[in-house]
């Protein structure tokens, strides 16, 4: 399986509209985004659901500034 196919995979969360949310930002900004912020999107999908939820819908804010910069990439792509 490739690393794109597993991130794609690791996006599928239970909730429609934040799997849309990452996986729009795995297909449009990941494949540019450099090492740093790969690595910060590979630790997002990491997380636990209540605690990734609670950042997609900017309930809490992240510790991390990597963390919470991706937060942001995530939020503002545009819609399909």
Known sequence: MSEVSRLRWQC???????????IRYLE???????DDEK???RTILELPD????AYL??????SSKS?????????SQPHA
């Open 28 to 34: 449009s900004r990941y494949p540019i985004a450099d």
């Open 39 to 41: 690595a910060a999107f």
């Open 50 to 53: 209540p605690e990734l939820n």
């Open 12 to 22: 599928r969360r239970g909730m429609r509209e934040l799997d849309e949310l990452l």
């Open 57 to 62: 819908l900017q309930q809490q804010t992240p």
């Open 67 to 75: 963390i919470a910069g991706v937060i942001e990439l995530i939020l």
